[in-house]
T-cell receptor
Framework: DTEVTQTPKHLVMGMTNKKSLKCEQH?????MYWYKQKAKKPPELMFV???????INESVPSRFSPECPNSSLLNLHLHALQPEDSALYLC????????????FGPGTRLTVL | GDSVTQMEGPVTLSEEAFLTINCTYT??????LFWYVQYPGEGLQLLLKATKADDKGSNKGFEATYRKETTSFHLEKGSVQVSDSAVYFC?????????????FGQGTILTVHP
């Protein structure tokens, strides 16, 4: 299995809702990432987990809360989002050692109303 | 800090034309270099990579050579197809003060017409 899966594919939520994005990989990778991508722009790093521990938080607002329950799963919990948070949210994973290539999932298209 | 500069787009070509997308970088040390492709409505896919000077990455007819003397990693393909229409991102990983972080270029939109 050489893919990263993400659910849901699309999500529409109001500013008072609580929702979660899910990411899963079964490649034995020990680093997992969350990115945010706006249209026609490169991905922006949000969080990095290494060996299930949060190692990088790129000063992301607290309305985004990551969680890594085990080495295969990565969640992003969303609460009280703003319309400007609407974007494509990408998950990625890589082998231990960040010099290795990252494998990206298909993304969740999030719309905040 | 680390940075990647890609040629301005969009790039529009006819099928079977030769493609070059320029990429130059600034980084300390010896970064790993990558080209990613993003098809409409999808995530990023690794197209090719190179980890040391003079390495040539290749995949699906695309090639790029890690040139340390010119700090470049230009993407080339001899004959493009309509199905190559996508956004192409050049990226580097340098470690050090950018530990754990990929640095992306701004992306180049490629459109190939029949």
């Amino acid at each position: 299995d050489t893919e990263v899966t993400q659910t849901p594919k699309h999500l529409v939520m109001g500013m008072t809702n609580k929702k979660s994005l899910k990411c899963e990989q079964h490649m034995g990778h020990r680093a997992m990432y969350w990115y945010k991508q706006k249209a026609k722009k490169p991905p922006e790093l949000m969080f990095v987990y290494s060996y299930e521990k949060l190692s990088i938080n790129e000063s992301v607002p607290s309305r985004f809360s990551p969680e890594c329950p085990n080495s295969s799963l990565l969640n992003l919990h969303l609460h009280a989002l703003q319309p400007e948070d609407s974007a494509l949210y990408l998950c990625a994973s890589s082998q231990e050692g960040f010099r290795n290539e990252q494998f990206f999932g298909p993304g969740t298209r999030l719309t905040v109303l | 800090g680390d940075s990647v500069t890609q040629m301005e787009g969009p790039v529009t070509l006819s099928e079977e034309a030769f493609l070059t997308i320029n990429c130059t970088y600034t980084a300390t040390g010896y970064p790993s270099l990558f080209w990613y492709v993003q098809y409409p409505g999808e995530g990023l896919q690794l197209l090719l990579k190179a980890t040391k000077a003079d390495d040539k990455g290749s995949n699906k007819g695309f090639e790029a050579t890690y040139r340390k003397e010119t700090t470049s990693f230009h993407l080339e393909k001899g004959s493009v197809q309509v199905s190559d229409s996508a956004v192409y991102f050049c990226a580097l990983y340098a470690g050090g003060t950018s530990y754990g972080k990929l640095t992306f270029g701004q992306g180049t939109i490629l459109t190939v017409h029949p």
